[in-house]
Nanobody
Framework: QVQLVESGGGLVQPGGSLRLSCAAS????????MSWYRQAPGKQRELVAS???????TYADSVKGRFSISRDNAKNTVYLQMDSLNADDTAVYYC????????????????WGRGTQVAVSS
């Protein structure tokens, strides 16, 4: 089993920055792509950014140029640096990853974090 723990959310003023972290723990063999999703009140969950094992990153159009995703494979951790935040970025942010574990090496299973709240308001 894999546990994902997110941190770094909070309240920030428009134009401000936050850095989210998501650390995976458990009997992990390898982690494939790691992603951040978000869900605003009354809206569907949407993909914000993804990063491959080799650190190739993709972004939703709405966050390009403002958000940056990165990962530390040695720490099984993914980060989301969020700059120039605005009210539309207010949401619960979830990390997601597919991981192979010692008890379930193939196929990789999907894991979600519990989410961290980001609120952008003056």
């Amino acid at each position: 089993q894999v546990q994902l723990v997110e941190s770094g959310g909070g309240l920030v003023q428009p134009g401000g920055s936050l850095r989210l972290s998501c650390a995976a723990s458990g009997s992990i063999l390898t982690i494939g792509a790691m992603s951040w999703y978000r869900q605003a009140p009354g809206k569907q969950r949407e993909l914000v950014a993804s990063i491959t094992f080799n650190s190739d990153a993709t972004y939703a159009d709405s966050v390009k140029g403002r958000f940056s995703i990165s990962r530390d494979n040695a720490k099984n951790t993914v980060y989301l640096q969020m700059d120039s935040l605005n009210a539309d970025d207010t949401a619960v942010y979830y990390c997601f990853m597919r991981a192979a574990t010692r008890t379930s090496p193939f196929p990789p299973r999907e894991y979600w974090g519990r989410g961290t709240q980001v609120a952008v308001s003056s």
